[in-house]
């Protein structure tokens, strides 16, 4: 039971290069999330998606898109990178039901660094 | 607009002693309040929670305090212990569209010196 997986762990690119961030859960979790980790900002949402064959925009959508492949995978794409978007990048994935104790499982993280 | 903070970028605490970690909050309408816990190169894992109904959950060492009235929440951990020290991430949470959307305060990174 490998949990949140995130691929690749450390990514850099340059200006305006595309990628895409992927993301499996194998808990059979309902909903995934994207977050990204600034020094100083908390962990803050991009994209979230409630259940298989939904997405929707989180805090910080701009310049991200999204992709629920199926129920196990979640995917963040990066059309036009900026530096801006130099961040740690984690996914999470929680069950469904609205008690508290069903918390987001988070993945280990992908470092992107864009120049 | 920061609606969840923790004002205290790090703290230091000595061995067994008790360590107090601090968060504020503006939104009254979140319903539950978590923590989190990380380490260096590693996501944030869950460590203890409360509902908005609640003033107090405890489990083992963990205790989390709630002021609703001061909007105020704390995370007390008695004893502290080296393996302690990571980034602490205060959350709050609201249900939109049947999915937990969590909103992060900055952090607070605990050192437990021996």
């Known amino acids: 039971n490998a949990g949140v997986t995130q691929t690749p762990k450390f990514q850099v690119l340059k200006t305006g290069q595309s990628m895409t961030l992927q993301c499996a859960q194998d808990?059979?979790?309902?909903?995934m999330y994207w977050y990204r980790q600034d020094p100083g900002m908390g962990l803050r949402l991009i994209y979230y998606?409630?259940?298989?064959?939904?997405?929707d925009k989180g805090e910080v959508p701009n310049g991200y898109n999204v992709s629920r492949l199926n129920k196990r995978e979640f995917s963040l794409r990066l059309e036009s990178a900026a530096p801006s978007q130099t961040s740690v990048y984690f996914c999470?994935?929680?069950?469904?039901?609205?008690?508290?104790?069903?918390?987001?499982?988070f993945g280990p993280g992908t470092r992107l660094t864009v120049l | 607009d920061q609606q969840v903070k923790q004002n205290s970028p790090s703290l230091s605490v000595q061995e067994g002693r008790i360590s107090i970690l601090n968060c504020d909050y503006t939104?009254?309408?979140?319903?539950?309040f978590l923590w989190y816990k990380k380490y260096p190169a590693e996501g944030p894992t869950f460590l203890i929670s409360?509902?908005?109904?609640?003033d107090k959950n405890e489990d083992g060492r963990f205790t989390v305090f709630l002021n609703k009235s001061a909007k105020h929440l704390s995370l007390h951990i008695v004893p502290s212990q080296p393996g302690d020290s990571a980034v602490y991430f205060c959350?709050?949470?609201?249900?939109?569209?049947?999915?937990?959307?969590?909103?992060f305060g900055q952090g607070t990174r605990l050192t437990i010196n021996p």
């Open positions: 999470a994935s929680r069950s469904a039901g609205t008690g508290v104790t069903n918390e987001q499982f």
């Open positions: 808990m059979n979790h309902n909903s």
């Open positions: 998606s409630a259940s298989e064959g939904t997405t």
């Open positions: 939104n009254s309408m979140f319903d539950y």
């Open positions: 409360i509902s908005s109904i609640k």
């Open positions: 959350a709050a949470t609201k249900y939109f569209q049947g999915a937990q959307k969590l909103v």
